[in-house]
């Protein structure tokens, strides 16, 4: 599975912080061992970003889903689960962050 490159400003600051970037990915790793199903793990993941009320790991949680085959449905799910503890606001903010997202994907060429 092809997992889609990262935005460009994340590159940039890789090239020039490395050793975060190494441990960054170590933390992915170590996080990834156990028994939950890869796809169990980026819904998780798309949840936590949801609830952290991180724009760009929103994003990056939903490309990285459909890019694993998880349907705009599924990523939504998890979207309108977050709703009681996010609120409304918090919540339709995430949404606006999803579609960002999903939008652009469901562009023809997207």
């Known amino acids: 599975m092809q997992m889609p490159d990262p935005p460009e400003t994340h590159k940039e600051f890789i090239r020039r912080f490395p050793k975060l970037g190494e441990a960054w990915a170590l933390l992915g790793e170590a996080g990834a061992e156990g028994p939950l199903p890869d796809k169990t793990v980026r819904l998780l993941k798309l949840a936590f970003a949801c609830g952290a009320m991180r724009e760009g790991a929103v994003h990056a949680s939903v490309r ?22 996010l609120g409304l606001p918090g919540t339709v903010a995430v949404y606006s962050w999803v579609r960002d997202v999903l939008d652009v994907a469901e562009e023809p060429g997207g």
């Open 64 to 85: 990285k889903a459909l890019a694993m085959g998880i349907s705009a449905e599924e990523i939504e799910q998890v979207v309108a689960i977050s709703a009681a503890t």
